[in-house]
């Protein structure tokens, strides 16, 4: 049986989705039998490869580079997966929306407990006028909510999902609870 080719991306978020997907523990035994790991911030490659089958999204896409990155992940990606309410809605990211990114890089580059105010115009990406889900942006296959998800909700999405059958989550996220 040839493997899945299998990518994580991580957006703005703080990790703790991959986290998560790193608390499968044992488990990440079993997928690696079915799954070959072509792109994530857990492995080495840097350039996201073409015919990916499965792409797990962390974070919300807050600036001009997210938004280059999440369109080319798209349209590599076979399946791509929402994962974590950064990704599902925008979340912590998103708050910064009701201020506006000026407003935001003041604040943080500008105040009077800066040794140097300035703010950064190389290595930091333009920010985008709003944080947007990741679904605002690119089409999403499958979305998994969760602050993070837990490490059981995520091995069974990918366990569907290699198996070739859309998961079910009723009754295994936060919502409605």
Same mark, same amino acid.
């Given at each position: 049986?040839e493997?899945k080719?299998?990518?994580?991306?991580?957006?703005?978020g703080c990790?703790g989705?991959? &986290?998560?997907?790193?608390?499968?523990d044992?488990?990440?035994?079993?997928?690696?039998?079915?799954i070959?790991?072509?792109y994530?911030p857990l492995?080495?490659?840097?350039?996201?490869?073409p015919d990916v089958?499965?792409t797990?999204?962390?974070?919300?896409?807050?600036?001009?580079?997210?938004l280059?990155?999440?369109?080319?992940?798209?349209? %590599?990606?076979?399946?791509?997966?929402?994962l974590g309410?950064c990704?599902v809605?925008?979340n912590?990211?998103?708050?910064?929306?009701?201020?506006?990114?000026?407003?935001v890089?003041?604040?943080?580059y500008?105040?009077d407990?800066?040794?140097?105010?300035l703010?950064p115009?190389v290595?930091?990406?333009?920010l985008?006028?709003?944080?947007r889900?990741?679904?605002a942006?690119?089409?999403v296959?499958?979305?998994?909510?969760?602050?993070p998800p837990?490490?059981?909700?995520?091995f069974?999405?990918?366990s569907?999902?290699?198996a070739?059958?859309?998961?079910?989550?009723?009754? &295994?996220? %936060?919502?409605?609870?």
């Amino acid at each position: 049986m040839e493997k899945k080719k299998f990518a994580s991306v991580w957006l703005d978020g703080c990790s703790g989705c991959h &986290m998560s997907l790193l608390d499968i523990d044992d488990r990440l035994l079993e997928l690696a039998d079915v799954i070959d790991i072509v792109y994530s911030p857990l492995v080495d490659p840097k350039d996201f490869p073409p015919d990916v089958d499965l792409t797990l999204v962390e974070g919300a896409v807050a600036n001009e580079e997210d938004l280059h990155k999440i369109k080319h992940i798209r349209a %590599r990606t076979k399946v791509l997966i929402s994962l974590g309410d950064c990704a599902v809605n925008g979340n912590v990211p998103a708050m910064r929306n009701q201020f506006g990114p000026k407003a935001v890089l003041a604040n943080a580059y500008l105040n009077d407990d800066v040794l140097n105010p300035l703010i950064p115009t190389v290595g930091v990406p333009p920010l985008l006028p709003v944080v947007r889900p990741v679904h605002a942006v690119v089409k999403v296959d499958v979305f998994v909510p969760g602050c993070p998800p837990s490490a059981d909700t995520i091995f069974y999405v990918l366990s569907e999902l290699l198996a070739g059958r859309t998961p079910d989550l009723s009754g &295994m996220t %936060r919502f409605g609870a």
